[in-house]
C-alpha cells in the first residue's frame, strides 16, 4: 500500500480542487471559508494504492494504469500540527460516505501507524438522522453546508 498527496494546498487557495466533481465543488466552496483556518495545509485527490494481483502478466504501462484507475480516492485531507483529517465531500450524505471514511482512514493508518490521531470529517448538505446517529458512533464528524 502507497500514498500519492499531490500537491499541497495553502488554507488560503480558493480554486477548485483537484478530481473534485461539480458536487464535491460546490460544498467545498460553502464549506471552505469558514474552516480553512482550521488547517495548515490541504492535499486534494488524495491516492491510496493496493497491490494489485492480476490473472495473468500484464506490461508494466498496463498495470500501472489498472492500479491508478482502482486507487482509492481522499476528497480532503486536511493537516493541522501533525494531525490528519480526512474530509468526505458529499451531496446528500448516506451510509455509503460513512463507509468510505472508515475504509480511508484503515488504509492511510496502515501507511502512517505513527500518526498519533486522524479525524474524519463528512461535509455534506442534507442526511438523515440515521445516517448523523452512526456517524457518531464511529467517531465522524458531520459539518453540514
Known amino acids: ?12 487557495w480558493a480554486g477548485r480542487p483537484p478530481g473534485a466533481s ?13 474552516n480553512f483556518k482550521r488547517f495548515d495545509k490541504f492535499n486534494f485527490n488524495v491516492r491510496l494504492f493496493s497491490r ?3 490473472a495473468r502478466e500484464l506490461a508494466p504501462e498496463i498495470r500501472q ?9 481522499i ?7 501533525g494531525v490528519a483529517s480526512i474530509i468526505e ?8 460516505a460513512i463507509g468510505q471514511l472508515l475504509g480511508y482512514r484503515h488504509l492511510f493508518t496502515k501507511d502512517f ?10 461535509v455534506t448538505n442534507r442526511q438523515d438522522r ?13 459539518e453540514y453546508v
Open 1 to 12: 500500500m502507497s500514498v500519492e498527496f499531490g500537491n499541497d494546498f495553502s488554507p488560503t
Open 22 to 34: 461539480q458536487e464535491d465543488f460546490l460544498i467545498w466552496k460553502s464549506w471552505r471559508p469558514s
Open 52 to 54: 494489485m494481483t492480476f
Open 65 to 73: 494504469m489498472a492500479e491508478w484507475n482502482a486507487a482509492k480516492r
Open 75 to 81: 476528497d480532503v485531507l486536511g493537516w493541522c500540527a
Open 89 to 96: 465531500l458529499r451531496d446528500n450524505a448516506g451510509f455509503s
Open 113 to 122: 501507524p505513527d500518526l498519533t490521531q486522524v479525524k474524519m470529517i463528512l
Open 130 to 142: 440515521d445516517i448523523l446517529e452512526t456517524a457518531e458512533t464511529v467517531d465522524i464528524d458531520v
